[in-house]
């Protein structure tokens, strides 16, 4: 073997000063570097392909320079890592085994404090596996799923399970099964990461106290579903192009005391789906292009929903149930309706006369999700147009008592996804509306270019 061992110079503490650097030559074993290696030691790996699974057992830096390939051996996880506070760097680490029951991984995590940075993760199961880790740092790594097998029987590009404070940032994931799923998984903060083409961009259970800011789920089959869960902010995301029979953007089930602000939700078969939601604000964001801008169902209680701007959706509203305690304003603030046909008499920006959401065909749309292709045909909209005039049918009792006449300056963070070259880019604070000519500017430009 040619490995080797350097004393590290210059650090700090008397623990420290026995802690040494390994290189790892081309052709030679990681395996056995790390087996070597002392706990607080660093193992740095040149270019080459390391065939072979690695467990990590004590606490190391294991950084790859000029992106050395780890080839597992088609069985169980390609790197294991069981002590606290160890870093992977800079490598591509693929070939996993297939077994969803054993979590075969590109990373599985059994240990606190780690940190998981610049890796490119390919034809592996799952992606990062958190087996009740906490307080891990996982940064700037990409995430791709086997392609060769049927999406159902694929693993998560970073699955957490029963684990607190972590942080997952600025990472890529895409032809997984589920981009990100989280159970009982808790007081995380997920910013600034990019999930495309997976079932569910973000499978959400039984995990509270989370933040979720500055994400991209686009082109999946849902974008994210929040299930079971309290007290959770999602701020600054973008959710779009997420189509499918019953797909939607964001799916609300059994939560309660959520903050929903500064999203973008544009291009989705149903916007915003909401289910036994409870006590939860929807504030400036944009729901913009969507088949149905919001379907709720009768469980969904006490939500409230202001400064918000509905543009462009061609359904607003499907009700399933009898009505609901949603709220459509705060003080004298409503929402902007682009449909709205109201006035302003005082000028106050405020309409006038109450917005009725409401959609002629909701009680059909909201019971026989089915029927909405044929919702929008001239025979069905001359239909809606002369009941609107005369109405003779009872819907949902949904209004916005004081609609805004002027779309809601948003602080929304606009993002480009990696495929969308030449996409949007940061826009910073922007009206609404020029937010929705951009989004239907990206939608036009996705549709018709195949390779957006």
């Known amino acids: 073997m040619n490995w080797f061992a350097v004393p590290l110079a210059g650090v700090l503490g008397a623990a420290c000063l026995s802690a040494a650097e390994w290189r790892v030559p081309p052709g030679d074993s990681v395996a056995d570097a790390v087996a070597r290696a002392a706990a607080g030691d660093t193992v740095f790996v040149a270019p080459g392909v390391y065939t072979g699974n690695l467990v990590i057992e004590k606490t190391l830096r294991l950084i ?3 992106r050395p390939v780890l080839r597992g051996l088609g069985r169980g996880s390609v790197v294991t890592v069981r002590a606290p506070r160890c870093e992977i760097r800079g490598f591509r680490i693929e070939r996993s085994g297939g077994s969803l029951i054993e979590e075969d991984s590109g990373i599985i995590l059994y240990s606190d404090g780690n940190r998981i940075v610049d890796n490119e993760l390919d034809d ?5 596996y ?14 791709r799923g086997r392609t060769r097998i049927e999406q159902g029987e694929r693993g998560a590009g970073l699955h ?10 600025d990472n890529t994931v895409s032809e997984t099964r589920d981009g990100m799923y989280l159970q009982n998984a808790s007081e995380s903060a997920i910013r600034r990461n990019i999930v495309t083409r997976v079932r569910y961009g973000l499978h959400y259970m039984y995990s509270n106290d989370n933040v979720f800011e500055e994400n991209v789920f686009d082109r999946n089959v849902a974008g994210a579903a929040i299930m079971y869960s309290s007290r959770i902010e999602l701020r600054r995301n973008r959710f779009e192009h997420n189509r499918g029979f019953s797909s939607f953007g964001i799916l609300f089930q059994d939560s309660a005391g959520l903050a929903i602000e500064h999203n973008a939700i544009a291009d989705n078969a149903v916007g915003i789906f909401m289910e036994g939601l409870r006590d939860s604000t929807f504030r400036q964001n944009l729901v913009a292009g969507n088949d149905t801008a919001v379907q709720v169902f009768s469980s969904a209680a006490n939500n409230r929903f202001y400064e918000n701007n509905f543009i ?17 304003s705060r003080g004298a603030r409503g929402n902007y309706w682009s449909e709205y046909d109201g006035y302003d008499l005082d000028a106050d ?17 909201g019971n026989y999700p089915r029927l909405r292709l044929y919702f929008y045909s001239p ?15 009872r819907a ?8 805004l006449m002027k779309p809601v300056v948003l602080p929304i963070a606009v993002r480009a996804p990696a495929h969308s070259a030449g996409g949007l880019r940061e826009l910073g604070a922007i009206g609404a509306s020029a937010l929705a000519a951009a989004v239907f500017l990206l939608r036009r430009k996705s549709r018709s270019d195949p390779h957006t």
Not at 396 to 403: F, G, I, K, S, T
């Open 64 to 66: 790859g320079t000029g």
């Open 124 to 128: 592996i199961l799952f992606g990062i």
């Open 130 to 143: 958190f087996y009740h880790s906490n307080d891990n740092i996982v940064r700037h790594n990409r995430v």
């Open 160 to 169: 957490l399970w029963d684990c607190l404070r972590n942080v997952i940032e």
């Open 312 to 328: 462009g959706n061609l359904s607003p509203i499907s009700v399933v149930g009898r009505g609901t305690t949603t709220v459509w």
């Open 349 to 365: 920006g405020i309409g006038d006369v109450p917005h009725r959401i409401r959609n002629f065909y909701e009680r059909l749309e």
């Open 379 to 393: 025979a069905a909209q001359a239909l809606a147009a002369a009941e609107r005039a005369f109405p003779i049918i």
């Open 396 to 403: 949902a009792d949904e209004q916005d008592p004081h609609p």
